[in-house]
């Protein structure tokens, strides 16, 4: 075991997980590639987990940083801060929802938080409907909507949490259903569970589910939940922590994958758009944001250089088109990643979209979660390749999330990895 391992270990908390027999040190990145402080080299599919979003080192973003750090790093809200109210208005014209207001936070659990506070406030009810197998942060309130037991360290919440079927298609009761049937059948259990309980504050739910193992509804459910939310008068919110800034490449958020009734009421943000600089953040209808009666502010919470880097980012992002980077490149990749996974007996099911794929592991013969999936990460490092593992309950899943500047030799010599690992895993 390394010496930074050992003292890793007497120092951290023990459930503080990291990858590996033996964990890496990430030293320096570029581009898609990091190095570890072996001198290393890895292609990286997991930037992250999901929140290297253009690429390593991009120079736009470092210039930025660096520039802005050179002038003033930090003032606070109490002050008006250019760079936070540029990124707030294009944020607030991207987002889709109509006459935004947009509130910075630093991690996506704050902004989860931020988002429970609004609609728990606007609605006075602190009732949330969440979806089964969804992760939405560590703090107290965000554990208390997450159903997935691996990452719900208590049981107590503030919170009374009703847990809403729909969000894992190929698992659970409607597996076997169309996708018209399983939206049917979603929605009348949803309208059952409403007639059983008081009014609901909000609906959240993680467009494709990140953590739970890139798991997604078929189109059109959110759509049809609105509807009926709508007649109760509850709001929907949408996590987009994983799915935003053009990763699903066919959308540039995942909610509009669910367009057919409107944009959601709040849409939560983080991950990708800091580049890895901590930039969190709720998107909401300016009547729902401005609900609150109270002063309320995040010291850290749109910070000069974090939002710097933000602007540079998103620039960059799409000047460079990077959510049809990702709808091609992604495409091409889902593609082969079927292919290997046709042939892997390991393999249950390859899905995704855009830059967000799960290959979801069995026992061979069977239909049982298949605990290897550390033995395939690890032969994958082995092999020069850095990629996520997520699941449920009853389901291990590789997560392949790469940055969304991708390109084609690049995504053929992660596949070749991949399916490399899956024979020696
Ligand atoms: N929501 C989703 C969908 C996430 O995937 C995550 C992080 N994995 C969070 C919220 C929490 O974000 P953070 O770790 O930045 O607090």
Not at 132 to 138: A, E, K, P, V
């Amino acid at each position: 075991m390394s010496d930074l391992y050992n003292r890793h270990r007497a120092v951290l908390p023990e459930w503080l997980a990291t990858y590996y027999r033996e964990p890496i040190e990430i030293t320096h990145g570029e581009g898609r590639y990091v190095w570890d402080a072996d001198g290393n080299r890895y292609l990286d599919f997991f930037g992250g987990i999901l929140t290297t979003m253009t690429a390593h080192a991009l120079p736009e973003v470092t210039k930025a940083v660096s520039e802005q750090a050179g002038r003033i790093v930090h003032s606070s809200t109490l002050y008006l801060n250019r760079p936070m109210v540029e990124l707030a208005e294009r944020i607030a014209t991207l987002s889709g929802i109509p006459d935004a207001r947009v509130f910075f936070t630093t991690s996506g659990t704050e902004a989860n938080d931020t988002a429970l506070l609004l609609a728990t406030a606007y609605r006075r009810s602190s009732q949330i409907l969440a979806m089964r197998n969804s992760y939405h942060g560590r703090s107290f309130t965000s554990v208390g909507i997450t159903g997935n037991r691996s990452w719900s360290p208590t049981g107590l919440s503030p919170l009374q949490t009703l847990y809403v079927h729909g969000a894992v298609r190929s698992r659970g009761p409607y597996a076997q259903l169309s996708d018209a049937r399983f939206i049917e059948a979603c929605v009348a259990d949803l309208e059952d569970l409403l007639g059983h309980t008081h009014d609901a504050a909000a609906l959240i739910a993680e467009p494709i589910q990140g953590v739970g193992g890139f798991t997604a509804p078929p189109d059109g459910l959110y759509a049809a939940f609105r509807e009926v939310l709508d007649r109760h008068g509850i709001l929907w919110i949408a996590d987009e922590v994983q799915t935003g800034w053009g990763r699903t490449g066919d959308h540039f958020w995942g909610w509009q994958a669910h367009a057919e009734n409107g944009p959601p009421d709040i849409l939560t943000f983080a991950k990708g758009i800091g580049n890895g600089m901590s930039i969190g953040g709720v998107v909401a209808r300016a009547d729902v944001m401005n609900c609150l009666d109270a002063n309320s502010i995040s010291t850290f919470g749109g910070s000069p250089v974090t939002m710097a880097a933000g602007l540079a980012n998103l620039t960059y992002l799409l000047e460079h088109d990077l959510q049809g980077n990702a709808r091609r490149i992604g495409g091409l990749l889902l593609e082969r990643l079927r292919a290997v996974g046709a042939h892997s007996p390991l393999v249950r099911e390859v899905r995704g979209r855009g830059l967000m794929i799960g290959v979801e592991l069995v026992k061979p013969g069977t239909d049982e979660a298949n605990p290897e999936a550390a033995a395939v990460l690890e032969a994958a490092r082995e092999g020069g390749l850095l990629i996520g593992k997520g699941g449920g309950h009853d389901t291990s899943v590789l997560r392949i999330a790469p940055p969304l500047s991708l390109n084609v030799a690049e995504a053929e010599a992660g596949a070749a990895i991949i399916e490399q690992a899956l024979r020696a895993g």
